[in-house]
């Protein structure tokens, strides 16, 4: 799909940007991206931090929930 622009058509989309963005918001953009990219990682290091290991996780006890083949059916009451 995008293999088929051209370096003119980038160019027109990159001039677009920076028409409808101006040249002061593109930085700031590009920084919250930045932050935001910044916390994601800090909190997936967290998260890989606090797993538990398996010897715990194969400790606990996992409940059986009620399907739908457990409950029984109700028969339906024809009015006449």
Do not use: C, Y
Request: no cysteine.
């Amino acid at each position: 799909m995008f293999g088929r622009l051209g370096w003119m058509e980038i160019l027109i989309i990159v001039l677009l940007v920076f028409i409808l963005f101006g040249h002061n918001k593109i930085p700031q953009m590009m920084k919250n991206l930045a932050d935001g990219l910044n916390v994601f990682k800090k909190e997936l290091k967290t998260t890989q931090q606090n797993v538990p290991s398996n010897k715990s996780v194969a400790k606990r006890t996992v409940r059986k929930t009620k399907t739908n083949a457990d409950t029984p059916k109700k028969k339906s009451v024809k009015k006449k």
